[in-house]
C-alpha cells in the first residue's frame, strides 16, 4: 500500500479564486489521479498525472480550470481555478500500482466556494 | 457505456446481522474490481481487491465475490458492528487508459 497526503484538507474559497491541492505520496508511484466528488456523489476523475509530461483530462475536464502538474514521482498538484458555487466538492488524489491498478486514495480536500 | 450500479443506496440492520451489498457492471470484460469504505468527509480506504481472474477474496469478516459473467459483484459483511457504518463504493476498472468507474455507493448503518 501507500500512503498519501493531501494539502490543504479543507478550505473556504471565495468566487473567482483559486484554489492549488497538494498530493505527496511515500514511494514512487507512476499512476496517479485526480477525482472529483460532489455533494452526494459518487468519485469522478478528473485526469491522469502523467510526470513528465501533461495531464491526461476525461471529457469535460479541461487544463484551463483544472491545471495539473507532476513534477517527479512522489509529488502532484491539482489547481481548481475560477472557482464558482459548483466547484465545491471533494477532491481526491489517487495512485494506482502498475501490476493489478489497484487504487489507493488520500484523505481528500473538501472545497467550499462562497 | 460502461456503467456501475449499486444497490441498495441505503440500508439499515441491527448490530450482529450478516448483510450483503451488491455491485452491478456492464461489460464482463473487467481488469479488476476494488471495494472500498468511505467514511462522511474523510477519503477512502480500500477494503478488497479482485482481479479478473479470481472469484473472490476475503479479509476478517469481509468477502468480496465476483462473478464476471452476470455482471456482478458482491461484499459481504459477517457480524456488523456499529463501526462498519459508512458508505461502500465499488469500483470496476476495464484497463483502458487507467480509468475507474465507481459506483453510487451503498451507505451503511448499523444500529447498535
Known amino acids: 500500500s501507500a500512503v498519501i497526503s493531501q494539502k490543504p484538507s479543507r478550505d473556504i474559497c471565495q468566487r473567482g479564486t483559486s484554489l492549488t491541492i497538494q498530493c505527496q505520496v511515500d514511494?514512487?508511484?507512476?499512476?496517479m489521479f485526480w477525482y472529483r466528488q460532489q455533494p452526494g456523489q459518487s468519485l469522478t476523475l478528473i485526469a491522469t498525472?502523467?510526470?513528465?509530461?501533461?495531464?491526461?483530462?476525461e471529457s469535460g475536464f479541461v487544463i484551463d480550470k483544472f491545471p495539473i502538474s507532476r513534477p517527479n514521482l512522489t509529488f502532484s498538484t491539482l489547481t481548481v481555478s475560477n472557482l464558482s458555487p459548483e466547484d465545491s466538492s471533494i477532491y481526491l488524489c489517487?495512485?494506482?500500482?502498475?501490476?493489478?491498478?489497484?487504487?489507493?486514495f488520500g484523505p481528500g480536500t473538501r472545497l467550499t466556494v462562497t | 457505456k460502461q456503467e456501475v450500479t449499486q444497490i441498495p443506496a441505503a440500508l439499515s440492520v441491527p448490530e450482529g446481522e450478516n448483510l450483503v451489498l451488491n455491485c452491478s457492471f456492464t461489460?464482463?470484460?473487467?481488469?479488476?474490481l476494488q471495494w472500498f469504505r468511505q467514511d462522511p468527509g474523510k477519503g477512502l480506504t480500500s477494503l478488497l481487491l479482485?482481479?479478473?481472474s479470481q472469484r473472490e477474496q476475503t479479509s476478517g469478516r469481509l468477502n468480496a465475490s465476483l462473478d464476471k459473467s452476470s455482471g456482478r459483484s458482491t461484499l459481504y459483511i459477517a457480524a456488523s458492528q456499529p463501526g462498519d457504518s459508512a458508505t461502500y463504493l465499488c469500483?470496476?476498472?476495464w484497463g483502458t487508459g487507467n480509468q475507474f468507474y465507481f459506483g453510487t455507493g451503498t451507505s451503511l448503518t448499523v444500529i447498535p
Open positions: 489517487s495512485v494506482g500500482r502498475l501490476e493489478t491498478y489497484e487504487q489507493y
Open positions: 514511494s514512487q508511484v507512476t499512476m
Open positions: 498525472a502523467n510526470q513528465g509530461s501533461e495531464a491526461t483530462y
Open positions: 461489460d464482463s470484460a473487467i481488469y479488476n
Open positions: 479482485i482481479q479478473s
Open positions: 469500483a470496476v476498472t
